[in-house]
């Protein structure tokens, strides 16, 4: 019997992992979060007063088992001059499930089955109206994730509006985990949305799995900009309960300089450094190795490798 590995996240990062983890002989439940209000997803939310489909696509695709040319055509993106300009199929096609079921998780279900995707996409809940909120240390209240992004700010709090109806398969999955994951991706907008949900919370409280991290390449500007892997670390407990992180997968990769120059002009991110001390006295096991390739000229996890040493910690346990 496979063990179950729980995944929470959402955007790039979580798809890259699964792209990689699907291979592994363990069961996947992963738990995506529904709160973007930016470009098709945020579109299609304020037309048919929907959750966010974008990131659950995104999953979806890479958990897909169908050859590639489907695959491409779900994240294919409209350029016209119509109102279709900037949707993704996989987002209309999701939309539509939604419209004849009246469920996301049984759109989800329905789409995953077309795909010959294997293992289970959950979303953190239901609810159409979910509005991500961040509160800087004056009270500024900034809403939408979207808005959040944009704003390059370091937020005293990340909260919703209104608590979420947490679906209780996600509540169960967490249960019955023998690991957790918190993907990489952004803290902000694709990891805190999901645990700062008082479910969610409760049933790390209770889960008697590990939960483990894995940590960003590089950081995000305004977010976490000078952060470290233990900066990281100590902001997600932050948000935890009674429950800490027990484990970081972190990337010691040498970044090209001229990649690292790029990232830091173009885009003001920096590598995300490893700082042992501090993993030491946070008292957080340190996994580490060379993670990052070059695809497009843009940093990557390597998703089989990442995958590997997942896998390998899990079987020690």
Not at 73 to 82: A, K, Q
Not at 102 to 129: F, Q
Not at 181 to 206: H, Q, R
Request: charged share 25%.
């Amino acid at each position: 019997m496979h063990k179950k590995v729980v995944v929470l996240g959402g955007g790039t990062g979580i798809s890259y992992l699964l792209r990689g983890l699907k291979d592994f002989p363990v069961d996947i439940t992963a738990i995506i979060t529904v709160s973007d209000n930016g470009n098709s997803t945020g579109k299609l939310r304020k037309e048919f007063n929907t959750p966010a489909v974008g990131d659950i696509r995104k999953v979806i695709t890479n958990l897909s088992g169908i050859d590639d040319p489907i695959k491409k055509m779900m994240e294919y993106r409209f350029t016209t001059s119509s109102d279709l300009n900037g949707h993704a199929v996989g987002n209309l096609i999701l939309t539509s499930m939604l419209e004849i079921t009246g469920s996301l998780k049984t759109s989800i279900a329905c789409l995953s089955k077309l795909l010959d995707v294997k293992h289970k996409v959950l979303p953190i809940s239901e609810d159409s109206n979910l509005v991500l909120m961040g509160i800087e240390k004056d009270g500024t209240i900034i809403e939408g994730e979207e808005q959040i992004t944009k704003s390059n700010r370091k937020f005293e709090r990340i909260c919703y509006k209104e608590e979420p109806n947490v679906l209780e398969e996600v509540i169960t999955a967490i249960t019955n985990a023998d690991l957790i994951i918190f993907s990489m991706g952004s803290l902000y907008t694709s990891i805190l949305p999901n645990i700062i949900c008082s479910a969610v919370k409760e049933a790390l409280n209770k889960s008697k799995a590990p939960i483990m991290y894995l940590c960003n390449a590089v950081t995000q500007p305004g977010e976490t900009d000078n952060f470290t892997v233990g900066d990281h670390v100590e902001l997600l407990n932050r948000y935890l309960d009674e429950r800490k992180i027990d484990v970081v997968i972190a990337s010691n990769t040498k970044i090209d300089k001229d990649i690292a120059r790029k990232y830091e002009t173009e885009e003001q991110k920096d590598p995300v450094i490893i700082d042992y001390a501090k993993l030491e006295k946070l008292n957080i096991e340190l996994i580490e190795s060379d993670l990052i390739v070059i695809e497009d000229n843009t940093l990557r996890h390597n998703s089989l490798k990442l995958s590997s040493l997942i896998f390998s910690y899990l079987m020690r346990k």
